[in-house]
């Protein structure tokens, strides 16, 4: 069953909530925080690549091609409902005066256009760019829309768009940014989009695609966002997931099954923000989420997860927020991981851990970071009652065998982290134990 937070423990994860709305929630660009990255492409329009030419300017430039005027026409054809008036503008042969139309020189050709603009009375522009956030337009999407050879940037969040994503996308070959989230999409996930040749931003979210993700979600050259959360998307997660070249991969509130991966591909340095909750992701915390070297949000809450947390966690020496309230796991909480010196978020609430230290009260506790609440802590407040602690049954089989002791190898200065299928410490081999969920991590130390 989908399973929601519950209104009465957002108070508990407060600090995180904040951050996660950003990530999950359609907001204007102007009110994200999560990186310089990408921030100028999250739901909203970038500075466009020059003002829309006034109503007059065929005198000055020459008009965009009769194709890209077709395929126009062709997107307001397919629109049912505009209330309000939204394409009202969209008649005439000059299309850079449309609204929501963005207008520049030619891509491959602006440096050109602008050396030779003294000597030539004319510059040509083409439809560089179409934003109608927001616009909250009922219909569907042309396949005309490949006749906009030049576009760079596809905006449409915040409508009611259905329908098939047009497979004709994969024809466009400067198109970058594609943003359709919070619309009524369906059907499996798009796969024409990962044929886009310079595709760096894709939102899906908040629509209806539904079905599994094709392994080659994960290994799209040059993707630097990838926003798939709040849809029906199932199965299980695809092991290429750490193999993806984007910083930011949001999986939240869809109905995947099965373990985290733990696969490692050679990109996986590059990952800053991870969110996993509200799935059904059963098993263990993986070993290797400890060997993320650039990750600063792992959000595993909302999910079915067991047995220990891993001490490679302590090595997330970047992490800011790390979140797995509200699963199944046990024991006691790794000492280790309240001298995480960045952390701003440390949730472990509503598991069932048995063992908080007071190095945590003393490290976390006093600058407000840490939520323990509703779990088996003896003598602790705001705990489960003891008999659902007694009738745990996951504490027995469902426990994941952790290598105990100090700080992993890994996490030294000077160790080297490699992907590989043996693993080698000062020459003996050996495999962590998280390799049993899907992978093997290599770490050598010089």
């Known amino acids: 069953m989908r399973r929601r937070p519950p209104s009465h423990s957002r108070a508990a994860i407060a600090a995180a909530a904040v951050l996660l709305q950003l990530l999950l929630f359609p907001a204007p660009t102007s009110q994200l925080r999560i990186g310089s990255t990408i921030a100028a492409w999250i739901n909203g329009a970038p500075p466009p690549p020059s003002p829309n030419p006034p109503a007059d300017a065929s005198s000055s430039s020459s008009s965009p091609s009769q194709e890209e005027y077709t395929a126009l026409q062709a997107l307001k054809a397919a629109i049912t409902d505009d209330p309000h008036g939204a394409l009202s503008s969209w008649h005439g042969a000059n299309v850079c005066a449309y609204t929501g139309v963005y207008c520049s020189a030619p891509p491959d050709d602006g440096a050109a256009a602008a050396a030779s603009a ?10 560089a760019g179409i934003d109608l956030n927001r616009a909250n337009l009922r219909g569907t999407l042309p396949e005309s829309l490949s006749l906009l050879a030049h576009l760079t940037f596809l905006h449409l969040n915040s409508n009611r768009l259905a329908g098939a994503v047009p497979d004709s996308l994969r024809d466009l070959p400067y198109l970058t940014e594609v943003d359709i989230s919070n619309n009524l999409f369906s059907g499996p996930f798009p796969a024409s989009t990962l044929l886009i040749p310079s595709l760096v931003y894709l939102d899906l979210r908040f629509n209806a695609f539904s079905g599994e993700l094709p392994p080659d979600v994960f290994a799209k050259d040059g993707l630097d966002a990838l926003f798939l959360n709040d849809n029906n ?27 985290v991966p733990a696969t490692y591909g050679y990109t996986a340095g590059r990952v800053r923000e991870v969110l996993f909750l509200n799935n059904n992701l059963t098993g263990c915390v ?18 079915a997860l067991s047995g220990h947390l891993p001490t490679t966690l302590s090595c997330l020496s970047g992490i800011e927020v790390l979140n797995v309230a509200h699963n199944q796991l046990t024991g006691e909480l790794p000492d280790l991981l309240c001298d995480l010196r960045r952390i701003t978020n440390l949730t472990v609430a509503f598991n069932f851990f048995s063992g908080i230290s007071e190095r945590c009260d003393r490290q976390l506790g006093s600058r407000g970071v840490f939520d323990f609440v509703g779990n088996c802590v003896p003598g602790r407040d705001m ?19 952790r290598i105990p002791g100090a700080r992993p190898a890994g996490c030294a200065g000077d160790a080297a982290v490699s992907v590989g299928v043996g693993v080698g410490v000062g020459g003996l081999p050996f495999g962590l134990p998280g390799a049993a969920a899907g992978g093997v991590v290599t770490v050598t130390v010089p």
Request: net charge negative; aromatic share 8%.
């Open 383 to 401: 705990q489960r009652p003891q008999p659902e602690c007694e009738g745990f049954p996951g504490e027995g089989g469902l426990s994941c065998l």
């Open 286 to 303: 993986p070993e290797a989420l400890g060997f993320l070297p650039s990750i600063e949000v792992l959000d595993l809450s909302y999910n």
């Open 118 to 127: 003294a000597a030539a009375p004319t510059t040509t522009v083409v439809v």
């Open 233 to 259: 998307f199932d199965g299980q997660i695809p092991d290429t997931l750490w193999s993806s070249p984007a910083t930011v991969i949001t999986l939240a509130n869809n109905h995947f099954t099965g373990s």
